[in-house]
């Protein structure tokens, strides 16, 4: 694909500025290269040398909420480095001094198996 696009753009060119004979040539040479009909290939060479404006998209809704992403944070820092397996023995560690499963693991049970409160 970026082949036929290549192509295309380098015709493009020679396209814009021929007479009506060297394009009906052109026009030929691209549809024999590229497998495309005459009214694709005219389009095709007519858009190779346009501009594309990029729309910006609007950011994603966080995920977590301010709480969560907070005592993440704390942990990163403490382990030194954003890592699942270190995340969960932490995590683990804290729910079983705090006594909630966990699965049911909150940040009001880690701020109460550290001692510290993050949500301040």
Not at 51 to 63: A, D, E, G, H, T
């Amino acid at each position: 694909m970026s082949e036929r696009k290549a192509v295309t753009k380098k015709l493009a060119l020679e396209y814009r500025r021929s007479d009506k004979a060297h394009k009906g040539e052109l026009m030929n040479q691209v549809c024999a290269l590229n497998g495309w009909h005459r009214s694709h290939a005219r389009k095709a060479l007519k858009q190779a040398l346009t501009l594309k404006v990029v729309k910006s998209r609007p950011p994603r809704k966080p995920l977590y909420g301010a709480a969560v992403i907070k005592a993440l944070q704390f942990l990163w820092a403490v382990q030194g480095t954003p890592c699942r397996e270190l995340v969960r023995a932490l995590a683990g560690r804290c729910a079983a001094r705090s006594g909630a499963p966990r699965s049911e693991l909150r940040v009001s049970h880690l701020e109460r198996a550290s001692g510290t409160s993050w949500t301040s």
